[in-house]
């Protein structure tokens, strides 16, 4: 959803107003912008109720300002320290920080070295308020870091004093603000979106268009906090949670030259063979796969960095197109579950159960003559993929002699046993809550998957 300080601020960025510019900061115009922004919660006083409006504002402060800003009083900040990776931060600004890094506001010095005491010029002032508008910081910009001050003059938000002094003060910084505001009431409209190159951060781009990182771990968002902690053991981290669900939010933005791939690092072995088990038993229609970039330069200094791609693989568009009928039906079925039901008993109409033998979704769903033989887990994994096409939650569980499916349905994580019930000709596995004498042979990856398809799905 686009903030409305952002659009507010996008207004006033974006068009010359045919007058003036404003003049330059007088004390009673920087009062009413510090109480303009205490108003709105984005400045607070110290103890004595003072907004210190003639004193500096350091790298730390500013991120909380604009936390503030940009979040309008509706994000908690705590919920981003995981973001702050800079070693340098005191505890207080780390929530701050990571919001502005999680959101490609500010960006650090270098890996571990944020400088949350240096004083804020008025080019940092400039760039993070344009960066709140999701103007691009780079070429092909309307401004660049080195521009934003003469930009800010041209648009009148500062004045050309307050541009050429080597430090910002908290009132400047308010009427910066403020006059950006001004703007838009008087009658700016609020311009086309900007495409952002991702530079921020964890990502950093170069003129020959190679990329570099940064930092062990990296996304958009910190979609742990809305999963269940006790799912965050061993190799199944926060980080490597946020990595995976960044990509299963963003699916169809990756084709996208901006687009940025949410990543961790992941040791070779065990760990490895761990996560691609978990993208695996996930991949249904889509095939999640360990992803790494083309123009990452510094690729071989992080040999771990580990993200995950989401593509429609080329030996699956047949079969999804053979299936285009089936889909259409179970579609105008009013529930999930009988959606579930009806998905079951045609897959068990092309396969017949004989162990070793395999049917996977290009022959399954492929013309041919009487029912396939396959295996437990190509039951599971067919099931799958008819699952994913009706964007129904779905993976694979497996004992160490079979494999069946879960499905999310009715609230709750279900059971279901084609390859049984088919063997059996019976229901006796479907939808069930729960699986007799069966023991799952990786529970903490099971439990890791549910959280990633269905956040909270396991409290």
Known sequence: ?????????????????????????QPAEVNEAGAYLRERGVYRGDSTGSLMLDK???????????????????????????????????????????????????????????????????????????????????????WSYSTACDYAVSQGLISPATAQSPTITRGEMAVLIRRALQKQ????????PVAVEAQAGAYQTHPDGSITISAD??????????ANPAVFTGYYTRELYNAIRQTLVDYGNQDSPD?????????????????????????????????????LANYWQYLDYYAVDAKVQESYREPLEFIQPVIAEANQLASDREKVEYLHDYLCTLLAYEEGAKAMPPQAFAPHIGELKANCGAYAVDFKFLCSAVDIPCFTISTDIHTWNMV?????????????????????????????????????????????????STK
């Open 408 to 456: 999310y349905v009715d609230g709750k994580w279900l059971h279901v046993d084609v390859s049984l019930n088919d063997l059996t000709h019976s229901r006796a596995i479907l939808l069930s809550e729960d699986y007799p004498r069966k023991i799952d042979q990786a529970p903490e990856a099971t439990a890791f998957i549910k959280e990633l398809l269905v956040p909270g």
């Open 259 to 295: 687009y940025r791939f949410a990543y961790t690092m992941v040791a070779k072995g065990d760990a490895y063979s761990a996560v691609k088990n978990v993208v695996g038993r996930m991949s249904g229609v889509l095939r999640y796969e360990h992803y790494a970039p083309k123009n």
């Open 1 to 25: 959803m686009k903030k409305t300080v952002c659009a507010l601020l996008c207004a006033a960025l974006a068009v010359t107003l045919a007058c003036p510019a404003f003049a330059a900061e």
């Open 185 to 192: 009431e008087a009658g700016q409209q609020t311009p086309p």
């Open 56 to 142: 500096g504002l350091t790298r730390a402060e500013m991120a909380a300002v604009i936390t503030r800003l940009h979040g309008e009083g509706e994000v908690n900040p705590e919920h981003y320290t995981w973001a702050c990776y800079f070693t340098d931060v005191p505890a207080w600004a780390k929530p701050y920080v990571g919001y502005c890094i999680a959101n490609l506001l500010v960006s650090g010095y270098d890996s571990s070295r944020y400088g949350p005491n240096d004083p804020v010029n008025p080019a940092m002032a400039c760039t993070v308020v344009f960066r709140c508008c999701g103007y691009a910081d780079g070429e092909g910009s309307a």
């Open 217 to 226: 771990s990296w996304s958009r968002e910190d979609f742990s906090q809305q």
